[in-house]
């Protein structure tokens, strides 16, 4: 069973539209996450969802915003799109320290392509 | 945050121990060394996770000297499958942390 699934997998879309990737994680994990991977491969952090509690990279422009609609579903909401979000978006999930370790489990990731 | 500092890339050949040290000179007191393995056109997957000293799984070592401002990942004996990017993160809680551009790994046969 696939543990993080990211929908849909590929996302070639135009300039202004409004488009959202689904994520879910069958963990039963409090957190999740999500990522955005540019062309150089730099993964940098868009927001984190833990209890209701949602924390937004200061970066992050607020035509991007995450739904929760449960504890499993953590979905990604992209307005007015422009060329500079074509990215590999990755979603993540964790259940904080557990065994002295604290692991995040990674989608497979959605490419978004902005033409 | 902890600023982190790990080589672009590195070779190495089939059977070789590879070692990545990663650079973190102003870690915090809660701060943990964590490395993920990334494949091309995967996410990113835990490798290892210390806090001091000496950790070992059944993948890698971690070593991390009395300082904690450095850290050492150890693939031994790697394979050509062993060719990813691995981050090294430092941090205490992962929505405070991104995960840099890596070090390429390419194991040669």
């Known amino acids: 069973d696939t543990a993080v699934s990211q929908t849909p997998k590929y996302l070639v879309t135009q300039m202004g539209n409004d488009k959202s990737i689904k994520c879910e994680q069958n963990?039963?994990?409090?957190?999740m996450y999500w990522y955005k991977q540019d062309s150089k491969k730099f993964l940098k952090i868009m927001f984190s969802?833990?209890?209701?509690?949602?924390?937004i990279n200061e970066t992050v422009p607020n035509r991007f915003s995450p739904k929760s609609p449960d504890k499993a579903h953590l979905n990604l909401h992209i307005n007015s799109l422009e060329l500079g979000d074509s990215a590999v978006y990755f979603c993540?999930?964790?259940?904080?320290?557990?065994?002295?370790?604290?692991?995040?489990?990674f989608g497979p990731g959605t490419r978004l392509t902005v033409t | 945050l902890a600023k982190t500092t790990q080589p672009i890339s590195m070779d190495s050949y089939e059977g070789q121990e590879v070692n990545i040290t990663c650079s973190h000179n102003?870690?915090?007191?809660?701060?943990?060394i964590t490395w993920y393995q990334q494949f091309p056109s995967q996410g990113p997957r835990f490798i290892i996770q210390?806090?001091?000293t000496k950790v070992t799984n059944e993948v890698a070592s971690l070593f991390i000297p009395a300082d904690r401002k450095s850290s050492t990942l150890s693939l031994p004996r790697v394979s050509l499958s062993d060719t990813a990017v691995y981050y090294c993160?430092?941090?205490?809680?992962?929505?405070?942390?991104?995960f840099g551009a890596g070090t390429t790994v390419t194991v040669r046969a």
């Open positions: 963990l039963g994990h409090d957190t």
């Open positions: 993160l430092v941090g205490d809680d992962y929505y405070k942390l991104s």
């Open positions: 969802y833990n209890n209701k509690e949602l924390i």
């Open positions: 210390g806090y001091k």
């Open positions: 993540a999930s964790s259940q904080g320290m557990r065994d002295g370790v604290d692991e995040q489990y």
């Open positions: 102003n870690i915090a007191t809660n701060d943990y």
